[in-house]
């Protein structure tokens, strides 16, 4: 059990739609991190979540956006789909977000973008 | 910029093998690096992290790494593989930086394929 949990698990969009995917922090956390997984890639960071505010950010458009709750459950949205954003996102949480705590990931969202 | 550099990207071996996975980083400062594992189907699983100390760090499954600061590598070893070791291994380096979260940067990974 990961303790974080992602959803969808599996989703198919056309090109030029918007997804949003969905993440629950493991229980204690408070730091949500997103990543995009492309087939036969490492994860690539795309920014993190903390007291509801994004902290850094990696190198992808404004296309790409989030959102943090109260509850530090958070969102990715992903506006304008592109065949290219066909990957697997990732959540991850930790408790706090310095550089010195361990990052835990959940299973994942497929995304196929067609 | 930061980037991680996983030598090899699918190996093969034979149950009872030694494994080693080679790992380099590319920063100069203070990093945290880990191992995380991919087993088919399954998340990420942290395997082992180093943060300071002995650069020697034991993780779980008798896996273990060696961090080198002078050769920037933290490479994962393994004196024994068995066939359920069969996964992706992936290096992640953080930076250790004014500004800088728990932002990881990845290897592109490694296949790992244990024969029975």
């Known amino acids: 059990d990961a303790g974080v949990t992602q959803s969808p698990t599996h989703l198919i969009k056309t090109r030029g739609q918007q997804v949003t995917l969905r993440c629950s922090p493991k229980?204690?956390?408070?730091?949500v991190s997103w990543y995009q997984q492309a087939l036969g890639q490492g994860p690539q960071f795309i920014f993190q979540?903390?007291?509801?505010?994004?902290?850094q950010r990696g190198n992808f458009p404004d296309r790409f956006s989030g959102h943090q709750f109260p509850n530090y459950s958070s969102e990715l949205n992903v506006n304008a789909l592109l065949l290219g954003d066909s990957a697997l996102y990732l959540c991850?949480?930790?408790?706090?977000?310095?550089?010195?705590?361990?990052?835990?990931f959940g299973e994942g969202s497929w995304l196929t973008v067609v | 910029a930061q980037s991680v550099s996983q030598h090899n990207h699918h190996v093969i071996l034979s149950e009872a093998a030694s494994l080693e996975l080679g790992c380099n980083y590319s920063?100069?400062?203070?990093?945290?690096l880990f191992w995380y594992v991919q087993y088919p189907g399954q998340h990420l699983q942290l395997l082992l992290k180093?943060?300071?100390?002995?650069?020697l760090v034991k993780g779980i499954k008798g896996f273990e790494a060696e961090f080198i600061k002078s050769k920037f590598s933290f490479n994962l070893r393994k004196p024994s593989v068995q066939w359920s070791d069969t996964a992706e291994y992936f290096c992640?380096?953080?930076?250790?930086?004014?500004?800088?979260?728990?932002?990881?940067?990845f290897g592109q990974g490694t296949t790992l394929q244990v024969k029975p």
């Open positions: 180093y943060f300071s100390g002995d650069p």
């Open positions: 920063y100069g400062g203070t990093v945290n």
């Open positions: 979540y903390y007291e509801e505010e994004e902290r």
């Open positions: 229980s204690g956390h408070d730091t």
């Open positions: 992640a380096v953080n930076a250790l930086r004014s500004g800088n979260t728990g932002k990881l940067i």
């Open positions: 991850a949480s930790s408790l706090g977000p310095g550089a010195g705590n361990t990052i835990y």
